[in-house]
């Protein structure tokens, strides 16, 4: 049965699973988003999750009418790899598509399996481990200390540089918390709401015209969060690598 949606959005998902079942010939279908979650934005899409036998996945967007749709090809052995990768890096994008889809199409009941999974892996909480965190701490002081380096003589890229740094100390933070991070367009309303007095701070530095007073208010977040601002003492893990 397919989920009662005003128009377009009921015709674009009409003619969406047409497309999927003479394209691909699917052994099941879940649709997500914002749409289908009753929030609806003039950006919105149709994200589709297709399952099929075959050893191959692809990404394919195409208009149907007036709305964008998205549709994420896989056999069900590489869905549940990428639910296992997201949940591992703290960004759980195909488990929560998932567990928060509507069934269209599953015959061999494969797509309420993996929803299942999805829903388990939520539930479980994040598995990032000690050393996947410090890489990322590695990373944000490498990269604050090389906006510092060329803020005199490249403003603008320093301040790329600040920018990246502070999207990713935000998202450290919430993973030190043991928290999801959350959706891209959620990052900093999200962060704002759960530590408004770090979220602030963000946003204004975020804002400044000027690189100095940037860097200024950038520092004592990224030290917070990082423990460091320039030169990161750290080693990984040794790792064995073919000859």
Same mark, same amino acid.
């Given at each position: 049965?397919?989920?009662?949606?005003?128009?377009?959005?009921?015709?674009?998902?009409?003619?969406?699973?047409?497309?999927?079942?003479?394209?691909?010939?699917?052994?099941?279908?879940?649709?997500?988003?914002?749409?289908?979650?009753?929030?609806?934005?003039?950006?919105?899409?149709?994200?589709?999750?297709?399952?099929?036998?075959?050893?191959?996945?692809?990404?394919?967007?195409?208009?149907?009418?007036?709305?964008?749709?998205?549709?994420?090809?896989?056999?069900?052995?590489?869905?549940?790899?990428?639910?296992?990768?997201?949940?591992?890096?703290?960004?759980?994008?195909?488990?929560?598509?998932?567990?928060?889809?509507?069934?269209?199409?599953?015959?061999?009941?494969?797509?309420?399996?993996?929803?299942?999974?999805?829903?388990?892996?939520?539930?479980?909480?994040?598995?990032?481990?000690?050393?996947?965190?410090?890489?990322?701490?590695?990373?944000?002081?490498?990269?604050?200390?090389?906006?510092?380096?060329?803020?005199?003589?490249?403003? %603008? =890229? &320093?301040?790329? $540089? /600040?920018?990246?740094?502070?999207?990713?100390?935000?998202?450290?933070?919430?993973?030190?918390?043991? #928290?999801?991070?959350?959706?891209?367009?959620?990052?900093?309303?999200?962060?704002?709401?759960?530590?408004?007095?770090?979220?602030?701070?963000?946003?204004?530095?975020?804002?400044?015209?000027?690189?100095?007073?940037?860097? %200024? =208010? &950038?520092?004592? $977040? /990224?030290?917070?969060?990082?423990?460091?601002?320039?030169?990161?003492?750290?080693?990984?893990?040794? #790792?064995?690598?073919?000859?």
């Amino acid at each position: 049965m397919l989920p009662h949606l005003t128009e377009p959005y009921t015709s674009a998902l009409r003619a969406a699973l047409e497309y999927i079942h003479t394209r691909y010939a699917p052994t099941g279908i879940l649709v997500s988003g914002t749409i289908i979650r009753g929030n609806p934005h003039p950006a919105s899409d149709l994200d589709f999750v297709v399952v099929h036998p075959h050893h191959w996945r692809q990404r394919t967007q195409r208009w149907f009418g007036d709305v964008p749709g998205e549709m994420f090809v896989n056999p069900p052995f590489e869905l549940e790899r990428a639910m296992h990768r997201d949940a591992a890096s703290g960004r759980p994008i195909m488990p929560h598509m998932l567990a928060t889809g509507v069934i269209l199409h599953d015959p061999t009941n494969t797509v309420n399996g993996l929803q299942q999974l999805a829903e388990e892996l939520l539930d479980k909480g994040l598995s990032c481990s000690s050393e996947s965190l410090s890489l990322q701490r590695y990373a944000i002081a490498t990269w604050f200390e090389d906006a510092v380096d060329i803020a005199l003589i490249a403003p %603008d =890229l &320093a301040s790329a $540089f /600040i920018t990246e740094t502070l999207l990713s100390s935000v998202r450290l933070m919430f993973l030190d918390d043991g #928290q999801w991070i959350p959706r891209q367009k959620l990052l900093l309303s999200e962060f704002e709401r759960r530590y408004p007095d770090w979220g602030t701070l963000v946003r204004t530095s975020l804002r400044c015209a000027s690189v100095a007073e940037q860097l %200024d =208010l &950038a520092a004592p $977040f /990224i030290e917070h969060v990082a423990s460091v601002t320039g030169f990161f003492e750290w080693e990984s893990e040794p #790792q064995t690598v073919a000859p």
